[in-house]
């Protein structure tokens, strides 16, 4: 099971470009990088995933180094309401998964945008 | 569409008692999940269920919890004694299989007393 190491608070500006850096030492072959966002009294979401290089969708943009052992989220122009809680997960998600997934839930990173 | 349904969404109950949480997942969706969040920390997996199966249920205190998930649809969460320390959000997730993203509930939030 691999277990993630993020910045427990990061503090930022309405506007910028906000990255999120996830370390990830013992990443395996199989596993997969998956990135929740939680709100206050709400249930987490899921942002984005990916396995290596660079995965972009409506919301944001994961960056893969080639030796996979860290990962950067990156939130493009934040606003207030992208302040939340951030979770960076490692888990066993490719097809070969069978019915084991595992995602180890750290402390995640407490995001504050302000205006 | 509709999201993954939970309740209550607040429950109080006195140590030793019991409790009862439901979880209504996203129609078609086969696995399914109960986590347990404590304030200040991430979601912790109590138990994965794969339409009525039990996939994982390594972290769950069987002494005092228990859940089912009959006709691999509707799950319930159980904990009987309740103790103190039980205090937390439970939520569910469920997911179109194992393999793909989670969708959470809103979660239900449970003070023992």
């Known amino acids: 099971l691999a277990k993630t190491t993020q910045p427990i608070s990061m503090d930022s500006y309405e506007g910028q470009e906000v990255n999120i850096t996830c370390s990830h030492n013992?990443?395996?072959?199989?596993?997969?990088i998956t990135w929740y966002q939680q709100f206050p009294s709400q249930g987490p979401r899921f942002i984005i995933q990916?396995?290596?290089?660079?995965v972009t969708n409506e919301v944001a943009s994961l960056f893969i180094p080639a030796d996979r052992k860290s990962s950067t989220l990156s939130l493009p122009r934040v606003s207030l309401s992208d302040t939340a809680v951030y979770y960076c997960?490692?888990?066993?998600?490719?097809?070969?998964?069978?019915?084991?997934?595992?995602?180890?839930w750290g402390l995640g990173t407490s995001l504050a945008v302000n205006p | 569409e509709a999201g993954v349904a939970q309740s209550p969404r607040y429950k109080i109950i006195e140590k030793r008692q019991s409790v009862a949480f439901w979880c209504n997942p996203i129609?078609?969706?086969?696995?399914l999940y109960w986590y347990q969040q404590i304030l200040g920390q991430g979601p912790k997996l109590l138990i994965q269920?794969?339409?009525?199966?039990?996939?994982?249920d390594s972290q769950l205190p069987k002494d005092r919890f228990s859940a089912e998930r009959l006709k691999g649809v509707d799950s319930t969460l159980k904990i009987q004694p309740a103790k103190l320390e039980d205090s937390a959000v439970y939520l569910c997730?469920?997911?179109?299989?194992?393999?793909?993203?989670?969708?959470f509930g809103q979660g239900t939030r449970l003070t023992v007393v």
């Open positions: 997960l490692v888990g066993d998600n490719g097809v070969n998964a069978g019915n084991n997934r595992k995602l180890i």
């Open positions: 013992n990443i395996a072959t199989n596993d997969y």
């Open positions: 990916g396995y290596k290089t660079k």
């Open positions: 129609s078609g969706h086969a696995t």
């Open positions: 269920f794969q339409n009525n199966g039990v996939v994982d």
């Open positions: 997730a469920s997911s179109l299989n194992t393999n793909t993203e989670a969708f």
